[in-house]
């Protein structure tokens, strides 16, 4: 499809256990954001890739967070033994360079019990 | 650190009256405003944006007013339709290049 498309769509994960989020952005898009936006918060910047400049990780909430993007297109974010105030839903999103409007995928509702 | 504060959880109107949804500021460098819509289970949509350079932006039944001085930007939508029932988010940014700072939404009820 020609939006950005994020896998999976839902994750339920045990506490501890390690999990993986994907983000495939528009085509050509070169900056990709990751979000999260917990229960009855706004959204929360996570993690900012523009082109082959060095990501800003401002927002990572913690050394548990990590985000790659590889080849200048996909983007995996890692959570590592996660807590059950991870929960929340996922959100990536993509921009022209140098252009202030984002395109967001659907989000990844995490679930950890 | 919430850069962008939108004070009003919820907001409900009836169809066809104004709505009007607000939007204050700290950060003075932020030149970008945008606001974005949401439905459930998708993804935010860009709505419509402004720069520092203006103080309105009008786009059909949309208009944004900014207030630099106030840092405080508001949406106007008229008249308001059931459709425009969503949650809709404030954004700030210093410039194009910079990471994007979000309220935490205002949920619009448009009743019939």
């Known amino acids: 499809g020609a939006g950005v498309s994020q896998s999976p769509s839902n994750k339920v994960t045990e506490k501890g256990k390690d999990v993986e989020l994907r983000c495939d952005p528009i085509s050509g898009h070169t900056a990709l954001y990751w979000y999260r936006q917990s229960l009855g918060q706004g959204l929360e910047f996570l993690i900012y890739f523009q082109g082959n400049s060095a990501p800003d990780k401002s927002g990572l909430p913690s050394d548990r967070f990590s985000a790659e993007r590889t080849g200048g297109s996909v983007s995996t974010l890692t959570i590592q033994r996660t807590q059950q105030e991870d929960s929340a839903v996922y959100l990536c999103?993509?921009?022209?360079?140098?252009?202030?409007?984002?395109?967001f995928g659907a989000g990844t509702r995490l679930s950890v019990l | 650190d919430q850069q962008v504060k939108q004070n009003s959880p919820s907001l409900s109107v009836q169809e066809g009256r104004i709505s009007i949804l607000n939007c204050d500021y700290t950060?003075?460098?932020?030149?970008?405003f945008l606001w974005y819509k949401k439905y459930p289970a998708e993804g935010p949509t860009f709505l419509i944006s402004i720069s520092s350079i203006k103080d309105k932006n009008e786009d059909g039944r949309f208009t944004v007013f900014l207030n630099k001085s106030a840092k405080h930007l508001s949406l106007h939508i008229v008249p308001s339709q059931p459709g425009d029932s969503a949650v809709y988010f404030c954004a700030a940014s210093a410039s194009p290049y910079d990471d994007m700072r979000f309220g935490a939404g205002t949920r619009l009820t448009v009743k019939p």
């Open positions: 950060n003075s460098m932020f030149d970008y």
């Open positions: 999103a993509s921009s022209l360079g140098g252009r202030v409007i984002q395109y």
